[in-house]
Structure formats: C-alpha cells, structure tokens
C-alpha cells in the first residue's frame, strides 16, 4: 500500500509538470521528504531542482558568466539613539543671546549636534593611502602563462600568504605599498604572467567614542569610516562638547581634529581615518565669541584649543565678512575683571583683540541714498532711477506709454498728481502737485531733487479724495487738536457768586398750581415766567433743583374727567381689597 502511494503521488507530480501547472515550492519539498530523496541523485532531487527553478525564474541551461557576488554598502545606525534634532538652546546660547539682545546660535552645531546613520560604498577601487589591517580581503588575479584568481585575508599574524608566493606582511602597512610587494615577489615566482592586486571585503573595526557626546560607548564600522562618522553613529556633539578639539587617541599617540576646518572649507582640514581599537573623545568647551549684525553668519564662535583671545579680522573672516559692501562700526561689549560689561567702539582694520565671553556688534554707519528718484503710483514704468539722467519731470515722463490702461489695474489720473519731496533740513515731507498731462504738453515742468518720489493718482484715489473734500465742505466746524491743553482744575466756589445766583433763581411756584400740573391739561401758566406758557414737567425740573431736595418722580397725568374741576377733582379707583369708606 505504501508503495503504491508512492508512486502516485510521482504520477500527479509528472503530470503536473507536464501540464505546465507548477506546485508550489513547500508542496515540492515536502513530495521530496515524501518520496525519500533530494540528493541529486535520483527522480525525486531531479524534480524538485525542476520546480525550485520554475518558481524563481531560473533556467536549467548553465551560466557561462563570471560568479560575481553584489552586496549592498553596510549601513550603520546610532545605537539606542535616532537622529536628533537641533535642540533647545543651551546654556551659553541664552547668555549670549541676553546680552546681545536677539536670539543667536553656536555654530556648526546644526550639522555636528544631531545623529543619523552612515553608509561606507566600498565600490570603486581604494585608495593607496588605505591602511591595511587584519581581516582585509586581498584578491590576487594572474593573467598571462597561469591564469587564475585567489582570494586571502590578512591574518591575525598581520600576513598575507597566496600559493607558490612568500608571505608578505600587510597589516599596518598603506595599500600602495603592500601591492608594489606583492606584485614584485609575484613576477619574480611566475615568468611571463600579469600579476593584479585588489582588495575585496573589507575588516569591521570596533572604535569608542566617549565624552560630550549624545550617546557615548563602543561603535562596529567599516575600515574606511572616519572620525566624523564614529560622531554620528554616537548621536552628535553636545552643545556643552568642543568642535575644534576632537581627539582621536591612537595607542600612545593623539590626533586633533578641528571639525570647523571642514564647515568653513579650509584646505588643510581633513578627516581622520580611523583603525582597530581607536577611541574618539570629545572634550568640553573651554572659550567662545559671539558676533552679531550686518554679517553673513551671525552665530556662537568657539576659539581654538588653548586661546582666550582672537583678533577681531579672524573673527570677521569665520562670520564671513559683511553682507555688502559699504561703510560700518564695530562695537564689543566686553567683561572686566570685576564682571561688569561696558561697550568699547573699535576700528575695522585695526589690532582689535576679541576675548572669551565678548559680544562684537556690526552696524551700518549711514543708510542714505543719494541721487535717486522714485517713480510710484499707476504707471507701468515704476522703481528708482537715478537723478542724473532724470533732472526733471519731462525727463522721468518722457512717453504717454507709460500710462497705458493694464487689465485688473486702476486707471491713471492724468489730471491731479504730486511730487513728495523731503526737507534735509527740516525732515518734513511737501507735496508739489502738478498734472501729467501739463508735463506731456510741455506747459508744465518741476525741476527734481534727490530722494524725491513722483506718484501719480488714478481713478479711485481721486474719487476718495473728492469724497472726503466734500465731506470737509460741510462739516467746516470740524476742529483737530493734536496737542490738547490739560484740563483746568474747576475754580473754588466763591459765597458773592453763590448769593447772586440764589437771588437770580425763579420762584417756587404756588402748591396748587403744582396740584394742577399733576391733572389735566397738560400746560398752565407758570408763575415763575410770567406771561409764558411751559411744560408742566420742565417747572418741575426747576423746582426739584431750586430747592436740592430729593422728589419723587412726577405720576403721568390721570385721563380727564367731565366732572373733574379746580375744586372738584377726579375721584380715584379703590385699592383692590380695600372697601371704600363712606
């Protein structure tokens, strides 16, 4: 029964394969398992070799080219720490931004103070200059009477031994010079046969890096990382870390590296190769400048290893001169022994000397135009032009094309224009009206002056104008006071003043004049303005400010009566819940 089996499933397997129904690869492996084979030398390893390459793509024909072997560049991340960000300001960056009054920046720490992932391309030759070390692959290929090709590492003895050749030693030793080596030994063992040398993988290192740091400890790199690329991987510089004393301590010896050499392009900066066993340490930050104002680079300066001062023409030169050219003062606001700050005024080109903690301001010492004019308004010509060419009206509006109507824009008014022209002696703007249309008949001209704006009306501007005139027109009264008088305080009350008008005031009127107020009709003769008739409420005006007594508020007048009279008046509605009496 087994058997039987067996050799069924090998039928359905055949079959499928003759139908061009492919099964799928984990179904294949397990018929193999099933059938008892896979090892290439029965029906079964035959027909999963037939279905593995009819899945991937594969053909069955042999490949006559070279085994050649791409790998992707290792790429290599920061441990337990992705790239960052620029940070908060720090500690420094909040005194120098106090004193200086604006927010200002270290410099280089954008690029140096955050981490990211480094990736070494190892295509391309090497450089002679490379260091070899142990791990190294070495690819020796003989072209000529032997035609062969071998491949060998660096042992750990520092050594590279290929077959008929005498062992050369290449760890420690630069590529250049370990291939001259190998090519001579190798010429002198073979005769007549080209001799090439290259290097194929290249050996991981293990460098440390310690100190300001982001995220210190002990990095896995390519041989052909750098120091810069060790400070990546270990998150960036801290803004309390040196940029320009970066140590890279090799066994008994130290190397500097100085990271703003390579942010200013300077030709003798360059990055430190690193070996096996390097340890990178980055130490605190000892002194810094700052400079601030009419330069290209505004920032946080740190002065090099071991100086507390620098000449003000080097700190120009790092901030990177001025944004134009032109005529500026320079000031440091510096600190004394006892810790106070003063501002010291310094000369450009002199031996101007910048210490730690100082602040170097740059200023323009003037910003006048002189000799120009300027066109505004509707016109299609607008912009400055220079007074030499232009000494008047006629000469800056020399065509009508100018004022040529433009679709979405106003039409120009040709009829009411100005010329705003500024006062050197006073400062005080006026205004020289004139019409364009003068001017292009030639019955008008103004001579023009330096920093005069020409500006010409259009449509709506005028009928604003003519709107708001009117308005003036009518309301001639209107007064504007920009520098209002202060109040007076009111006079002290004088006892004659307050006599006479007391004696000035009107009478009381009658009590029963008062009772006929309060009825119907509504206007009587008042007895304080003989002849005249007046409202009985404004009498009561009077009276309640005659005699400064508080009154009651007058009742409204009660509907009239026909049998309401002087000495009968209009009987009232009992109180609901009160009977009435008698």
Known sequence: MRSGRIWAHRALLLAALASGVTPGLAQAQGLAQLLGGGNGNDLTGDLLRTVQQRLTGQSTVPSLQPDVQVQNP??????????????????????????????????????????????????????????????????????????????????????????????????????????????????????????????????????????????????????????????????????????????????????????????????????????????IVVPLQTSAVAIVGQVKRPAIYELPAGQQATPLTTLMAMAGGTEVRGSYRYSILRTREDGKREMVQVGAGGSATVRDGDVVFVAPTADVSLAKVELRGATTLNGSYPLETVRSLRGLLASSDMFTPTVGRPLPYLLADAVIRLDPATLQRTVIPFAVSDVLE???????????????????EMRYIARKAGEQQRNPTRKVNDHPDPVAPPPAPDATAMALQAQAAPCRPAPWRIRAWRNWPPFKACSCRPGRVCRPAACWARERQHWRAPTPPMPPPSPPHRWASRRNPPRTRARPGRRRSG
């Open 74 to 279: 290792p790429g290599y991340g920061p441990q337990g720490l992705g790239a960052q960000a620029y940070g908060p300001p720090s500690a420094i960056e909040r005194l120098m931004s106090a004193r200086a009054g604006q927010p200002i920046r270290q410099y280089g720490y954008e690029v140096f103070g955050r981490g990211g992932p480094v990736v070494v391309r190892q295509s391309g030759a090497l450089q002679d200059s490379y260091v070899l070390g142990e791990g190294d692959e070495i690819v020796l290929t003989l072209r000529g009477q032997q035609n062969a090709s071998y491949r060998t590492r660096v042992d750990r003895d520092g050594r590279v031994v290929f077959p008929g050749l005498p062992p050369i030693a290449g760890a420690g030793r630069p590529f250049g010079a370990f291939r001259e080596d190998l090519e001579d030994a190798a010429s002198r063992a073979l005769t007549g046969t080209e001799v090439l040398v290259s290097v194929g993988a290249v050996r991981q290192i293990a460098v440390r890096v310690a100190g300001e740091v982001n995220a210190p400890g002990l990095f896995t790199l390519s041989g052909l990382a750098t120091a810069m690329d060790a400070l990546s991987l270990a998150g960036g510089v801290k803004n309390t870390g040196s940029l320009r004393d970066v140590q890279v301590v090799r066994g008994g010896r130290s190397f500097r590296l100085d990271l703003y050499t390579l942010l200013m392009g300077d030709a003798s900066g360059h990055d430190i190769p690193l070996a096996e066993g390097d340890r």
């Open 442 to 460: 030639g019955k008008a001209d103004v001579a023009l002056q330096s920093n005069d704006v020409v500006y010409i009306t259009n449509v709506a």
